[in-house]
């Protein structure tokens, strides 16, 4: 029989628990429930040409909205992802104005919002783990307009660039890929934005991938870009702004480590914040992406 002070004492052990849960599913709630921002904007204004297209995502159809870019002669593709809570038309990177810079270098782009994103469907975002189930979605409309996925590149922001990683992992004949803001490991990040600032325990992150994966469908511990980034075969070009207060460079530096690619490139830009590079010197950033995709995509 247990004692008033046994019984006591596991009353404040659950309590503790049910406290550590309930703020971890706080913060899985918080991670997956982007503010949906307008898209605004039109490639018409640019003077492009365009087409507004819808998609499936490959792993459950959630339907995806975006612009396809068609260049002249329309034959290799740059497929644009976006970071956490952004849309294709992101003022962040200037996303239109990049897509037409890429177009008027004889690639045709493809734009679109991941779920829960922009126009398109759902009602989470699951933080790079389904966006790789949509970014699958964009690849297989692409190959349906009759581009091989030989001539298909990934050129990916922030989230955008650990899912680019993580796709190309997956499928080898992707034959480049872009991180820009790019990141290691989702759970690390996670630790340094909610677990240090508060003096938790590491393993905090764990209960929030848990109520994540449980409650929300979004399973963090599969956004890990660097422990699938040795097994990328294609070459991939690293740019990360010298800067940057939300991922530091840092990771950027030891993804190329890893990677250990004689075919990488590596950009590390002075003075320059989270994926602001396009935005300080968009002819250069245009001139080294271009190069590099030109080189590949053959």
Known sequence: MMTPILLGLAGLVLLVLLVILAYATWVAHKLTMVERVSVGGHPSMLGLSWEDVTFPSRGDEVQLSGWYLPATADDRCVILLQGTGHHRNSPQI????LGKDLVDRGFSVLLFDFRARGESEGQRSSEGDREQ??????????????????????????????????????????????????????????????????????????????????????????????????????????????????????????????????????????????????????????????????????
């Open 94 to 97: 200037r996303a239109l104005r």
């Open 133 to 298: 189930w949509d970014v699958f979605g964009a690849i297989d409309y692409v190959t349906g307009r009759g581009i091989p996925m030989e001539r298909i590149g990934l050129l990916g922001f922030s989230l955008g660039a650990g899912v680019a990683l993580l796709v190309a992992a997956q499928e080898p004949r992707i034959p480049a890929v872009v991180s820009d803001g790019g990141f290691l490991d989702y759970m690390i990040d996670l630790q340094n934005w909610y677990v240090g600032p508060f003096h938790l325990p590491s393993w905090f992150a764990i209960f929030v991938a848990f109520t994540g994966r449980v409650f929300f469908k979004a399973d963090f511990s599969r956004v890990r870009p660097a422990q699938v980034v040795e097994e990328v075969d294609q070459p991939i070009f690293f740019i990360h702004g010298e800067d940057d207060q939300v991922i530091s460079a840092d990771e950027t530096i030891e993804l190329h480590a890893i990677s250990d690619n004689p075919e990488d490139r590596i950009w590390i830009v002075p003075n320059t914040e989270h994926v602001n590079v396009y935005r300080r010197m968009p002819d250069t950033y245009v001139s080294q992406v271009s190069q590099f995709f030109q080189r590949h995509i053959v």
